[in-house]
Structures are given as C-alpha cells and as structure tokens.
Nanobody
Framework: HLQLVESGGGLVQPGGSLRLSCAASGSTLDLHAIGWFRQTPGKEREGVSCISSGDGSTYYADSVKGRFTISRDNAKNTVYLQMNNLKPEDTAVYYC????????????????WGQGTRVTVSS
C-alpha cells in the first residue's frame, strides 16, 4: 500500500524559496504519476504540477510556470517541488498525490494522498 509523506513547508518571505519533498513507502514512486496540489480555505484543491511515470513529462499551472520545478529522485523514492520566487498567493497547504497515470493534473485523477505540508509566504 503506497504511503506518501510531505515535508519542507514553512514560513518564507516573498521572493524566497522552499523545496517540498514527497517521500514514498510501500511502492516505488517511479511506477506512478505524481502530482503536487495546493489548497486554501474555501477553495478547491488546485493542481500545481504533475510528472508522469513513463517519460517524465511535466505539467505546471500557469501561476507557477518558471518558478516551480518538479523532479524525481528514484533512488530515494522521493519527488520534489522546488519553489522559487515565492509570492503571498502561493500560501496554501501543499499535498502530493500518486496514481498509475493521469490525463489532467487534477485532484480527481489521483488516489493516494499525503497529509499535506503548510507553506506560508509572508513578510
């Protein structure tokens, strides 16, 4: 049974950087598509970035293109989300999720979820 644990969230000033980690146990992550999602109170969970299992193709939401980078370290069974030039509107709880594949980087397409890590961007 695949289990995911996120880490790396915290408080950062605007313009700063954080790297989120999504560590897996119970299965090898390279067999799965992985998505990073974020959610703020009263809003639907938003797809931030996704990476496929096969060719490693990636998707980024327009709001994070050029600032966020998703990557895999198969040896560590971990997926990362490097977040640079953070903005106050990036403040949210960030979740990683996994499934065998995806068509849209949408929360409805992912079945295994971590517990989330909070990111706060504020001066």
């Amino acid at each position: 049974h695949l289990q995911l644990v996120e880490s790396g969230g915290g408080l950062v000033q605007p313009g700063g950087s954080l790297r989120l980690s999504c560590a897996a146990s119970g299965s090898t992550l390279d067999l799965h598509a992985i998505g990073w999602f974020r959610q703020t109170p009263g809003k639907e969970r938003e797809g931030v970035s996704c990476i496929s299992s096969g060719d490693g193709s990636t998707y980024y939401a327009d709001s994070v293109k050029g600032r966020f980078t998703i990557s895999r370290d198969n040896a560590k069974n971990t997926v990362y989300l490097q977040m640079n030039n953070l903005k106050p509107e990036d403040t949210a709880v960030y979740y990683c999720a996994a499934d065998w594949g995806y068509y849209y980087c949408s929360y409805q397409e992912f079945g295994s979820w971590g517990q989330g890590t909070r990111v706060t961007v504020s001066s």
